[in-house]
């Protein structure tokens, strides 16, 4: 919808104008998939589809929301004591609103409408996108003056606590400093971060959707976790220069290989390979060489699968056809695994060729129609009005 639309409608649900407007974008993540919660690195990238956030003051003392996507109202009872909604979109919104109210308490009655075009489901970060939009038109509203970082923390303590969703922070900082053209070397470990520029000229960037999600996904990420936590303190007992996963070197691996078993020797490997191609791939930007970043996208889809296993055969399905395509330059699983989607660095112009490829394949294979996402790097999160 167009901000005259929105304002609009803002003006129907509640009677008046919006003060303010924020809009803040979905995210994709180029290289570096598993490594943030393993203090490493990765490289992620604001896109050009965004959630929207209009707000304004009310004069009742409730929190009063209407999603446009969703069709729905909701209303708190006052502003205090926040509870969980059933309807789970207006919770990213009162997670926000709770850790604001922890150093604010002047925040109560408030109007905000929410609309936006970032697709659900497909593994771009819509709940943080809707977390920052909040953050930034709160802060900019009330004039709090929190920094960015300062309000990336506040979205992810909003799904981590309130929603109950134990992610890192990395979704929430790339909507909020993304920056068009560019993608974010970010240090999950100290939150240090480097803008690379990424030049798409040439190329398309498309999520080619897997349309399922298997029921393994969660369980089996708290036991990747468990395995790299498990590798790490093996590591640690026998190199007293192991402080975090960067500081070791497959050599180092292969001689503590035989006291982790095969399993966790796999996953630290993963780990300790895709922060080296990570470092090299940056180097790859910095020379404009797509055609080499693209093959270390391979090389991550290969680690994903086959060291980490945290992919599946309909994962494997499309990574495996894309690099079969001429008009591919790289591709893979992107996010938690189990489902979702392959981000693929596509010729421009030949994106159709290659869904008339695949598409009827995958769905011959797997009985449904494979999901596609055409999307562009853009900027983070911003004041609109």
């Known amino acids: 919808m167009e901000l005259a639309q929105l304002r609009q409608l803002f003006a129907e649900k509640f009677q008046q104008q919006p003060t303010v407007v924020t809009a803040s974008p979905g995210r994709i993540n180029l290289i570096g998939e598993h490594t943030d919660y393993n203090h490493g690195f990765v490289l992620p990238a604001a896109i050009q589809f965004k959630v929207c956030v209009l707000l304004a003051p009310n004069v009742t003392g409730s929190i009063r929301m209407y999603s446009a996507s969703h069709q729905q109202s909701f209303e708190t009872i006052g502003s205090a004591h926040l509870q969980a909604s059933d309807l789970q979109w207006p919770n990213y919104i009162l997670g926000v609103i709770e850790q604001l109210q ?101 190329l398309e960037i498309v999520l080619l959707d897997t349309q399922v999600k298997h029921s393994l996904a969660s369980s089996e990420y708290n036991t990747r976790r468990k395995e790299c936590e498990t590798g790490f303190g093996i590591l640690q007992s026998n190199f007293a220069s192991v402080k975090t996963f960067r500081d070791v070197t497959e050599d180092m691996l292969q001689q503590c290989k035989d006291s982790m078993g095969e399993k966790v020797y796999n996953r630290c490997l993963y780990v300790v390979q895709e922060n080296a191609r990570l470092a090299a791939a940056c180097d790859d930007l910095l020379a404009n060489n797509l055609a080499s970043f693209g093959q270390r996208m391979f090389g991550t889809h290969h680690g994903l699968s086959k060291l980490y296993e945290v992919s599946c055969a309909e994962l494997d399905f499309i990574a495996d056809a894309c690099q079969q395509q001429p008009a591919v330059i790289g591709a893979r699983m992107m996010g938690g695994g189990f489902g979702g989607c392959v981000i693929a660095l596509v010729k421009a112009g030949e994106v159709d060729h290659l869904l008339a490829a695949i598409a009827p394949a995958y769905q011959q294979q797997f009985g449904v129609a494979m999901g596609v996402h055409r999307v562009a790097i853009g900027d983070g999160t911003r004041r609109i009005v």
């Open 102 to 202: 922890k150093q604010h308490p002047v925040i109560n009655g408030i109007d905000l409408l929410i609309a936006g075009d970032v697709p659900v489901g497909a593994g771009v970060s819509s709940s943080a996108a809707l977390e920052c939009a909040t953050v930034f038109a709160l802060n900019e509203h009330f004039n709090f003056g929190h920094s960015k970082l300062e309000m990336v923390q506040m979205a992810q303590a909003a799904e981590n606590e309130f929603v109950g969703v134990k992610c890192g922070i990395m979704d929430q900082f790339a909507s909020m400093f993304g920056k068009a053209g560019h993608v974010i070397k970010l240090d999950c470990d100290s939150l240090e971060y480097e803008y690379f520029p990424f030049d798409a000229a040439g």
